[in-house]
């Protein structure tokens, strides 16, 4: 029986949700960790299990980020919540840029407080 998905579940991750060690960037899939080194990912060595088992190595979550052709929500200038296909286009990457970019409706609407603010900083420091 293979358990890396719960393992990931026990790391508060998903399967295949890119995150952070010590700077390098990693991943669980059914076969185990993999550490991104450059576009190729590797399996890494029993420390990085053992670490993160004791503690000594901590994971930081990365942004989520949708892929090309997959759903997201974003407020528009009226404040109201839209969902559209990720594209990759200028929109988008504005839109993940400013945290302006949930997976959810009702995520996107737990964060409307702290995105109006991110925006209101935006805008101050450029003289807004």
Known sequence: MNYM?????MLGVKMKEDFKIDGSIFHCTN???HVKDGYDWY???????????????????LPWKPKKGEGYWYFNYK?????????DDFNDK???A???????EKEALA????LLE?????????GR
């Open 5 to 9: 998905e719960q393992f990931a579940e």
């Open 31 to 33: 076969e185990g960790i």
């Open 43 to 61: 399996p890494v060595t029993r420390e990085i299990y053992e670490d993160l088992l004791t503690g000594k190595a901590k994971i930081v979550k």
């Open 79 to 87: 404040g109201d919540t839209i969902e559209v296909e990720w594209n």
């Open 94 to 96: 504005i839109n993940y």
């Open 98 to 104: 400013i945290g302006n970019c949930y997976r959810t």
């Open 111 to 114: 964060d409307k407080e702290n």
């Open 118 to 126: 991110r925006i209101k900083k935006i805008a101050e420091a450029n």
